[in-house]
C-alpha cells in the first residue's frame, strides 16, 4: 500500500536532514585540514544558487559577489553553484592568475546541468575534450584574416535586415530584432543556412535553451531547467537533419556557395554528433551575447545623445568616402575607432557574459588559499569592470576611458583572457560595428521607456526588450 502524504513527508524531511549532516561533516571536515577560502556553501544540494539567480534576475548579478568579498576575501571566496563547490576569484591579479594559469593548474569545464542542456547523450565527453576541438575548428573561421572576406555577407544582411524588419515602421522593439539578425548571421555564416523557416524553426526552442543555462538544475516538469533540457533535444533534431541533408548534398556533389562551419567539419570527417554539438555551442553564444551587446549600445546610444553625434559623424566620414552601394570592407572596420570605445563601453557596464567556469585540475595556491583538486572555479567581470581602482566612476558612462593605450591588463574582460579567451572575439566585433554603421546612418531613435529594467540569465536583456521610436536620417543630412 502506498504511503500517505504524511509518512511521505516525512521521510522526504529525514532524508534532506540526513543529506544535510552528511555534506555539513564533509565540509567541516575539509575545511580543517587544508586552509580553504572563507565563505559559505548555503543549502546541501543547491548550495547558494537561489541567491545567485534572485540578483541576477534583478539586474544585479555583482552584488552576489560583492557582498560576499566585502564579508570573507576581497580576493577569493568559497560558494557552492549549479551543485558545485566552487571557489569565485576577483579582481585583476585573479583575472591574471587564472588567465595566465590555464593548462598548468585549471582547465576547461562547465557545469553538467549545461552540457545536460546543450549536448547530445550519446557523447560523454569531458569539457577539456570538448573545448579542445570547439578551438581547432574555429580559428579557421574565426581569426581576422578569415572573417575580413565575411565583412560584405555581414553588411548586406545588416542593410536588409534594417530595411525590412525596422524602415516599414515608426516603433520597434529592439531585442527581439537584433536576435532575429545576429542569429540569422550565424545560421548563413556557420552553416549556409538561408530560408526563413529553418532559421524560425529552430530559433524558437533556442529561447527556452538560454533561459535554462543559468538555472537551478532541477530537473522536474515545470522548472526552467526541464524546459530547456526538452528544447535542447529539439534543437538537436533540428539541427541533426540539416547535417543529414548537408552530407547528401556534397555526396551529390552540390556545395555551399561559401565554405561554412558545418561543410568544413564534415570534410574533416567528424561525427555527425559532434558536429551538432558543436554547431550548438556557437549558435547559442550567437543568439544570446551579441544580440545583447548590440542592445544595450542601441539603449545607450539613446541615453547619450553627445556619444551618439560622435559614433553618426566617425560612420558619416566613412560612408561619404564610398561609392553607392559600395559594401564595407576591412579598412572602413579599421577607421570605427570612436565607436569601438563606445562599444567597449557598453561591454564594460553590461557583460554579455559575466564570467567563466574552469576546473582545477591540481591542488594550487591563491591569496593565501588552497584551491584543491577538483573544485570548479568562476571568475566574473563585474569584479573588474565596476571597480574604482581600476576605472574611476565606474557607473559613469565614458568612452573615452578606451582611448589611448586604454584599461590596464586584465581589469576589461569581456571575452576572457589567455589561451580560453572567447574565439568569436573578433566575430563578435565584426557584428558590432557594421551593424552600428548602418543603425547610425540610417535612424536616430528614442526609448520608449526611459527607465527600462533589465535581466541577466546568461546575458543582460532588458525586460520590455528596449522599444524605441525611429527617425529616419534624410539623405544627405
Same mark, same amino acid.
Given at each position: =500500500?502506498?504511503?500517505?502524504?504524511?509518512?511521505?513527508?516525512?521521510?522526504?524531511?529525514?532524508?534532506?536532514?540526513?543529506?544535510?549532516?552528511?555534506?555539513?561533516?564533509?565540509?567541516?571536515?575539509? *575545511? !580543517?585540514?587544508?586552509?580553504?577560502?572563507?565563505?559559505?556553501?548555503?543549502?546541501?544540494?543547491?548550495?547558494? #544558487?537561489?541567491?545567485?539567480?534572485?540578483?541576477?534576475?534583478?539586474?544585479?548579478?555583482?552584488?552576489?559577489?560583492?557582498?560576499?568579498?566585502? @564579508?570573507?576575501?576581497?580576493?577569493? %571566496?568559497?560558494?557552492?553553484?549549479?551543485?558545485?563547490?566552487?571557489?569565485?576569484?576577483?579582481?585583476?591579479?585573479?583575472?591574471?592568475?587564472? &588567465?595566465?594559469?590555464?593548462?598548468?593548474?585549471?582547465?576547461?569545464?562547465?557545469?553538467?546541468?549545461?552540457?545536460?542542456?546543450?549536448?547530445?547523450?550519446?557523447?560523454?565527453?569531458? *569539457?577539456?575534450?570538448?573545448?579542445?576541438?570547439?578551438?581547432?575548428?574555429?580559428?579557421? %573561421?574565426? /581569426?581576422?584574416?578569415?572573417?575580413?572576406?565575411?565583412?560584405?555577407?555581414?553588411?548586406?544582411? $545588416? /542593410?536588409?535586415?534594417?530595411?525590412?524588419?525596422?524602415?516599414?515602421? !515608426?516603433?520597434?522593439?529592439?531585442?527581439?530584432?537584433?536576435?532575429?539578425?545576429? &542569429?540569422?548571421?550565424?545560421?548563413?555564416?556557420? $552553416?549556409?543556412?538561408?530560408?526563413?523557416?529553418?532559421?524560425?524553426?529552430?530559433?524558437?526552442?533556442?529561447?527556452?535553451?538560454?533561459?535554462?543555462?543559468? *538555472?537551478?538544475?532541477?530537473?522536474?516538469?515545470?522548472?526552467?531547467?526541464?524546459?530547456?533540457?526538452?528544447?535542447? @533535444?529539439?534543437?538537436?533534431?533540428?539541427? =541533426?537533419?540539416?547535417?543529414?541533408?548537408?552530407?547528401?548534398?556534397?555526396?551529390?556533389?552540390?556545395?555551399?556557395?561559401?565554405?561554412?562551419?558545418?561543410?568544413?567539419?564534415?570534410? +574533416? +570527417?567528424?561525427?555527425?554528433?559532434?558536429?551538432?554539438?558543436?554547431?550548438?555551442?556557437?549558435?547559442?553564444?550567437?543568439?544570446?551575447?551579441?544580440?545583447?551587446?548590440? #542592445?544595450?549600445?542601441?539603449?545607450?546610444?539613446?541615453?547619450?545623445?553627445?556619444?551618439?553625434?560622435?559614433?553618426?559623424?566617425?560612420?558619416?566620414?566613412?560612408?561619404?568616402?564610398? /561609392?553607392?552601394?559600395?559594401?564595407?570592407?576591412?579598412?572602413?572596420?579599421?577607421?570605427?575607432?570612436?565607436?569601438?570605445?563606445?562599444? *567597449?563601453?557598453?561591454?564594460?557596464?553590461?557583460?554579455?557574459?559575466?564570467?567563466?567556469?574552469?576546473?582545477?585540475? #591540481?591542488?594550487?595556491?591563491?591569496?593565501?588559499?588552497?584551491?584543491?583538486?577538483?573544485? !570548479?572555479?568562476?571568475?566574473?567581470?563585474?569584479?573588474?569592470?565596476?571597480?574604482?581602482?581600476?576605472?574611476?566612476?565606474?557607473?559613469? %558612462?565614458?568612452?573615452?576611458? &578606451?582611448?589611448?593605450?586604454?584599461?590596464?591588463?586584465? #581589469? %576589461?574582460?569581456?571575452?576572457?583572457?589567455?589561451?580560453?579567451?572567447?574565439?568569436?572575439?573578433?566575430?563578435?566585433?565584426?557584428?558590432?560595428?557594421?551593424?552600428?554603421?548602418?543603425?547610425?546612418?540610417?535612424?536616430?531613435?528614442?526609448?520608449?521607456?526611459?527607465?527600462?529594467?533589465?535581466?541577466?540569465?546568461?546575458?543582460?536583456?532588458?525586460?520590455?526588450?528596449?522599444?524605441?521610436?525611429?527617425?529616419?536620417?534624410? $539623405?544627405?543630412?
Amino acid at each position: =500500500m502506498d504511503l500517505d502524504l504524511y509518512q511521505y513527508l516525512f521521510y522526504l524531511i529525514i532524508l534532506y536532514v540526513s543529506v544535510g549532516i552528511i555534506y555539513l561533516f564533509h565540509f567541516y571536515k575539509s *575545511s !580543517k585540514t587544508i586552509n580553504l577560502p572563507p565563505g559559505n556553501k548555503g543549502y546541501p544540494l543547491i548550495g547558494e #544558487t537561489f541567491d545567485y539567480v534572485i540578483n541576477a534576475k534583478r539586474g544585479n548579478p555583482e552584488k552576489f559577489v560583492n557582498d560576499r568579498t566585502a @564579508k570573507y576575501s576581497p580576493d577569493v %571566496f568559497r560558494t557552492s553553484l549549479l551543485g558545485q563547490d566552487m571557489a569565485v576569484f576577483c579582481g585583476a591579479s585573479a583575472h591574471k592568475c587564472l &588567465f595566465s594559469g590555464t593548462n598548468k593548474y585549471i582547465q576547461a569545464w562547465w557545469p553538467p546541468s549545461m552540457k545536460k542542456i546543450m549536448m547530445h547523450d550519446s557523447k560523454n565527453h569531458s *569539457s577539456v575534450e570538448e573545448s579542445a576541438k570547439i578551438r581547432v575548428i574555429l580559428p579557421r %573561421f574565426l /581569426k581576422i584574416e578569415a572573417l575580413q572576406r565575411y565583412i560584405p555577407v555581414i553588411d548586406a544582411m $545588416a /542593410k536588409k535586415h534594417l530595411e525590412t524588419e525596422w524602415s516599414p515602421y !515608426k516603433e520597434v522593439k529592439v531585442f527581439p530584432l537584433i536576435k532575429k539578425f545576429t &542569429f540569422g548571421l550565424a545560421c548563413r555564416l556557420l $552553416a549556409s543556412i538561408e530560408d526563413p523557416k529553418d532559421i524560425a524553426e529552430i530559433t524558437a526552442p533556442f529561447e527556452r535553451v538560454i533561459a535554462g543555462l543559468i *538555472s537551478v538544475p532541477i530537473n522536474v516538469p515545470g522548472t526552467t531547467f526541464y524546459r530547456a533540457v526538452q528544447a535542447g @533535444k529539439v534543437v538537436r533534431e533540428i539541427v =541533426m537533419g540539416l547535417i543529414t541533408k548537408r552530407k547528401k548534398e556534397l555526396e551529390m556533389n552540390i556545395k555551399p556557395d561559401q565554405m561554412d562551419v558545418m561543410t568544413s567539419m564534415l570534410h +574533416d +570527417d567528424l561525427d555527425a554528433v559532434d558536429i551538432c554539438n558543436k554547431l550548438g555551442a556557437f549558435f547559442v553564444a550567437s543568439f544570446d551575447t551579441t544580440s545583447s551587446a548590440i #542592445t544595450f549600445i542601441i539603449k545607450s546610444l539613446a541615453e547619450y545623445p553627445h556619444v551618439y553625434q560622435r559614433v553618426y559623424e566617425e560612420q558619416m566620414e566613412i560612408l561619404k568616402a564610398k /561609392k553607392e552601394g559600395e559594401p564595407l570592407n576591412w579598412e572602413d572596420v579599421k577607421k570605427m575607432k570612436y565607436t569601438w570605445c563606445t562599444a *567597449s563601453e557598453v561591454l564594460r557596464l553590461y557583460p554579455p557574459s559575466i564570467g567563466a567556469f574552469r576546473e582545477a585540475k #591540481t591542488d594550487f595556491s591563491y591569496g593565501g588559499y588552497t584551491i584543491p583538486k577538483g573544485w !570548479k572555479i568562476f571568475w566574473n567581470a563585474h569584479t573588474t569592470h565596476k571597480n574604482p581602482k581600476y576605472f574611476p566612476d565606474p557607473e559613469k %558612462f565614458d568612452p573615452s576611458r &578606451f582611448e589611448g593605450s586604454g584599461p590596464p591588463p586584465y #581589469t %576589461f574582460v569581456p571575452f576572457g583572457g589567455g589561451p580560453y579567451m572567447c574565439p568569436g572575439k573578433e566575430y563578435a566585433r565584426l557584428q558590432i560595428l557594421v551593424f552600428m554603421h548602418n543603425i547610425v546612418t540610417k535612424f536616430k531613435w528614442e526609448k520608449l521607456i526611459p527607465d527600462e529594467k533589465y535581466e541577466y540569465i546568461a546575458a543582460p536583456f532588458p525586460v520590455h526588450d528596449l522599444p524605441v521610436s525611429l527617425e529616419p536620417i534624410q $539623405a544627405g543630412a
